[in-house]
């Protein structure tokens, strides 16, 4: 197999450093390498013309892992069409164009696979995949983000304010400058669209998906749960039962002994249930130079392999209810918010603004916050 990499930053970088181990036992070879403009040329094989890469007739393979939709999605697209494998870690432009480049693919007799593209050494797609074929899944969730993982381990453990270890997860690479799309929960958003297209055959637009994120929280609620011997993780879930679907993005609470509270630093864990399978889980980085490196080569290796797509592609037309997911939370907010609506959900007030709601479903504190532009609030659902 001949490849060309499109980036050579942490994942790029990641993947080349795999395919030259001298144990490495597959004949796969770096013929180009795409960087950007302003980067220096060190290296015959790179180049900053992608028109090179797409029109050598060598290059069979194109792994694409610049991030963003563009030009990411033009280059990918042209690859497809020019009959080239196209293996991607790009969660943004898959989540945004799945059901069209597997179309694509599947039209110029090449594959588009993008196991990286969610939760990095998990092996998650191909999970999902694998359980598809032969049971019917009723529900997948999972801690898919390294980032807020590494943030709220870190505040319960060790006590740190979110502001104090926000800026040491950007020292170390967890986080990014502009760390929104981590702890507002976009990428996780992408993240579970992306695996409900896969298990449920369906295609959530984002407004579909409630969305919490953990950018509101503070020592003061870790403390108040840790007193209460549970732990917050950032979780993305959704449940499907008949022709009824919900998908929802928010914090949840689990018993500190609990494996899903126990998950350290950036690792990532999934879990499928399955009508006869029962409940699987999956755990592993989630980011990272060589997790996330290592998915990009599996996939290359699937293609050597002719490993079988066991997915068959379609539409299912469900309807979204949000009470298939309906709980009681933990809710902090200004009593200065407080209106007829609020006071209907609250079931008993724990401390100071510190309130648990009755049960109620998943979207209804996200919208009364959105209606009521509540600000410097925060919530989590009780597993």
Same mark, same amino acid.
């Given at each position: 197999?001949?490849?060309?990499?499109l980036g050579?930053?942490t994942v790029?970088?990641?993947?080349?450093?795999?395919?030259q181990?001298?144990n490495?036992?597959?004949?796969?070879?770096?013929e180009k390498?795409?960087?950007?403009?302003?980067?220096?040329? !060190?290296s015959?094989?790179?180049?900053r013309?992608?028109?090179?890469?797409?029109t050598?007739?060598?290059?069979?393979?194109?792994v694409?892992?610049?991030?963003? %939709?563009?030009?990411?999605?033009? #280059?990918i697209?042209?690859a497809?069409?020019?009959?080239?494998?196209?293996?991607t870690?790009?969660?943004?432009v898959?989540?945004?164009?799945?059901?069209?480049? !597997?179309?694509?693919?599947?039209?110029?007799?090449?594959?588009?696979?993008?196991?990286?593209s969610?939760?990095?050494?998990?092996h998650?797609?191909?999970s999902?995949?694998k359980?598809k074929a032969?049971?019917?899944i009723?529900?997948?969730?999972?801690?898919?983000?390294?980032?807020?993982?590494?943030?709220?381990?870190?505040?319960?453990?060790?006590g740190y304010?979110?502001?104090? %270890?926000?800026k040491?997860a950007?020292?170390?690479?967890y986080?990014?400058?502009?760390?929104?799309?981590?702890?507002?929960?976009?990428?996780?958003?992408?993240?579970?669209?992306i695996?409900?297209k896969?298990?449920?055959?369906?295609?959530f637009?984002?407004?579909?998906?409630?969305?919490?994120?953990?950018?509101?929280?503070?020592k003061?609620d870790?403390? #108040?749960?840790?007193?209460?011997?549970?732990?917050?993780?950032?979780?993305?879930?959704t449940v499907s039962?008949?022709?009824?679907?919900?998908?929802?993005?928010?914090p949840?609470?689990?018993?500190?002994?609990?494996?899903?509270?126990n998950?350290?630093e950036?690792?990532?864990?999934?879990?499928? =249930?399955?009508?006869?399978?029962?409940?699987?889980?999956?755990?592993g980085q989630?980011?990272?130079?060589?997790? !996330?490196?290592?998915?990009? =080569?599996?996939?290359?290796i699937?293609?050597i392999?002719?490993n079988?797509?066991?997915?068959? #592609?379609c539409?299912?037309?469900?309807?979204?209810d #949000?009470?298939?997911?309906?709980n009681k939370?933990?809710?902090?907010?200004?009593?200065?918010?407080f209106?007829?609506?609020?006071?209907?959900?609250i079931d008993?007030k724990?401390?100071?603004n %510190?309130?648990?709601t009755?049960e109620?479903?998943?979207? !209804?504190?996200?919208?009364?916050?959105?209606?009521?532009n509540v600000?410097?609030?925060?919530?989590?659902?009780?597993?």
């Open positions: 197999m001949k490849i060309a990499l050579f930053g790029g970088s990641g993947v080349y450093e795999i395919l181990k001298d490495f036992k597959y004949d796969i070879t770096v390498i795409l960087i950007k403009a302003n980067r220096q040329i !060190t015959p094989i790179m180049t013309e992608f028109y090179n890469i797409l050598d007739s060598n290059i069979d393979t194109i694409e892992v610049m991030g963003g %939709i563009n030009p990411a999605f033009e #280059y697209e042209a497809l069409k020019s009959g080239k494998n196209v293996v870690s790009n969660k943004a898959v989540a945004k164009h799945l059901k069209y480049f !597997t179309e694509l693919a599947e039209k110029n007799k090449v594959k588009f696979l993008y196991e990286a969610v939760g990095g050494g998990v998650w797609i191909e999902i995949k359980v032969i049971d019917e009723s529900s997948i969730s999972g801690i898919f983000n390294g980032t807020t993982n590494f943030i709220l381990y870190n505040m319960n453990k060790f304010e979110f502001d104090e %270890i926000l040491k950007q020292e170390l690479g986080a990014e400058k502009d760390p929104t799309d981590d702890i507002d929960g976009i990428d996780i958003l992408r993240k579970l669209i695996s409900s896969l298990a449920f055959n369906h295609i637009s984002e407004d579909d998906i409630p969305v919490f994120g953990i950018r509101n929280i503070k003061s870790v403390d #108040y749960f840790n007193s209460i011997s549970l732990t917050v993780k950032l979780i993305a879930k039962k008949d022709n009824r679907i919900v998908g929802v993005i928010e949840v609470l689990f018993d500190s002994s609990a494996l899903e509270g998950i350290p950036n690792f990532n864990i999934g879990t499928i =249930v399955g009508e006869s399978v029962g409940e699987l889980k999956f755990y989630g980011a990272g130079k060589l997790p !996330t490196g290592n998915a990009v =080569v599996q996939d290359l699937n293609i392999n002719k079988k797509d066991p997915m068959k #592609y539409n299912k037309s469900y309807v979204i #949000y009470s298939l997911i309906c939370y933990y809710l902090r907010v200004d009593e200065k918010y209106n007829e609506e609020i006071n209907k959900i008993k724990v401390g100071n %510190i309130y648990i009755k109620i479903p998943v979207n !209804t504190i996200n919208d009364l916050f959105k209606k009521y600000q410097d609030a925060f919530f989590a659902r009780f597993n």
